[in-house]
């Protein structure tokens, strides 16, 4: 099946400054991270005990967030991928790309009772390439598309010489055995765990100029797809993205926060030039998943602005009888520093009236149980089987893949507010 990512990606090089297609990616790799706790709080805690929910139920979400079909990427540790994507074949009928962490340099070594973030990030890698391809090493030439051909890789750059010279040398050893195997990636550029002088006005700066002259070396066959930064401010956004129209830049979600701080955050991004957003734990602290995604992307495609989507997802926790962890005033408080040129980090509450609020209004029989009490179908498409658009009336089918590459603005909208339509029924059910 042809990948969203793909068509995506065609569309915004052809058309870099008019294209708003705009990719999503879920981050369910943070167990090559976090340890026993990457799969999250479970919801099934009594007074004084803290459960976190096991790798299965960790690895069932991702089978339902493939099932529903509305992101474009979804991103895995190495052991994940070879169960999910090569030995169940889960991706072989789903228009999303299967993605594996490529590397885990020491700053994402998140364990109780460890103090390795204290130190300079230094480069490691778990996983194999071999691995993540076809499930064990040294694949044959046609073994490798069993697997994930796509790879998060991850850079810390902290203003220390030796430190930053060997994280440079093994990304460039990365990018030499990735180029011969046929192994795509996308890279993430983290702020330095441990900076070396830099004060907050200088980190935007030092980070882009880093990403522009490593890139400068790569030829096209060796670069990343896409970029994953922090997204620090419009300002810095803007100056990336205009550097290069062809750097695809994209964001990080960081930490959990408010609803309306990961809603806002993809808006903002967007606004100043961000073509893509890799969430993991704002994603998997949600208290529905499935209707949490279903609003990122409603919001990356120009549906529903941030505050309303906050309202609206409120309405679907009310109608599926999930109490939120917040209320819906504290949800719309945003505690993160992406509003303006000059930024804050104070927390500052949406004042949005309750009247632009879409209601969601069920109209579908009982949902199945899943992890968060909903239950997503497959995102869909419009016009022909081939996916072509042929009209600006756009009906919803969730048994058809769309071809955004081929449908103008004006029928994009359309679909949206068909599936928006569709979504709210579904989710009220």
Do not use: W
């Not at 007074?47 to 099932?67: K, S």
């Not at 796509?150 to 010279?165: A, I, K, P, V």
């Not at 400068?216 to 803007?238: C, N, Q, T, W």
């Amino acid at each position: 099946m042809r990948k969203t990512l793909d068509q995506k990606l065609a569309a915004i090089h052809a058309d870099p400054s008019g294209c708003r297609d705009f990719i999503i990616a879920d981050a369910k790799d943070a167990d090559m991270g976090f340890g026993v706790g990457a799969p999250g709080q479970s919801p099934e805690t009594h007074t004084g005990e803290l459960r976190f929910r096991t790798l299965a139920e960790y690895r069932q979400q991702i089978r339902q967030i493939v099932g529903q079909g509305v992101v474009d990427i979804m991103l895995m540790s190495a052991s994940t991928n070879a169960m999910l994507n090569i030995e169940e074949r889960l991706f072989d009928n789903s228009a999303i790309t299967p993605a594996a962490r490529a590397n885990d340099a020491s700053d994402v070594f998140v364990v109780r009772g460890g103090r390795y973030l204290e130190e300079p990030a230094r480069p490691f890698r778990s996983a194999t390439l071999d691995h993540i391809q076809c499930g064990h090493v040294d694949c044959t030439p046609a073994e490798r598309m069993l697997g994930a051909n796509l790879g998060l890789y991850s850079l810390t750059f902290t203003n220390r010489l030796e430190e930053d010279l060997a994280a440079l040398n093994a990304y460039r050893e990365f990018r030499t055995e990735a180029e011969r195997k046929g192994f795509r990636h996308f890279l993430e550029v983290f702020d330095p765990n441990v900076p070396a002088g830099l004060d907050a006005a200088e980190l935007p700066k030092f980070i882009n100029d880093h990403i522009a002259r490593t890139l400068a070396g790569v030829a096209a066959a060796g670069r990343p797809v896409f970029l994953k930064i922090v997204y620090h401010d419009p300002k810095s956004m803007e100056e990336l993205v205009s550097y290069d129209p062809h750097l695809v830049v994209g964001i990080l979600g960081g930490g959990a926060g408010t609803t309306y701080d990961a809603f806002k955050l993809l808006g903002e991004a967007q606004k100043y030039g961000a073509r893509a957003a890799l969430f993991g734990r704002k994603i998997n602290s949600a208290e529905c998943q499935l209707a949490f995604v279903e609003f990122l992307r409603h919001i990356a495609d120009g549906v529903i602005s941030p505050e309303e989507a906050v309202r609206a997802y409120h309405g679907v926790l009310a109608k599926l009888n999930i109490k939120p962890r917040r209320k819906l005033e504290d949800d719309l408080v945003l505690q993160t520093n992406v509003m303006s040129y000059g930024g804050s980090s104070a927390s500052v509450p949406s004042a949005i009236p309750t009247a632009q609020a879409p209601t969601p209004s069920p109209q579908s029989p009982a949902l199945s149980p899943c992890s968060c009490g909903c239950n997503g179908k497959k995102s869909g498409g419009c016009g022909d089987k081939s996916g072509a658009a042929s009209s600006s009336t756009i009906a919803y089918d969730p048994n058809v893949t769309p071809d955004f590459s081929r449908m103008t603005p004006p029928q994009k909208l359309a679909y949206n507010k068909a599936k928006r339509d569709h979504v709210f029924g579904h989710f009220g059910r």
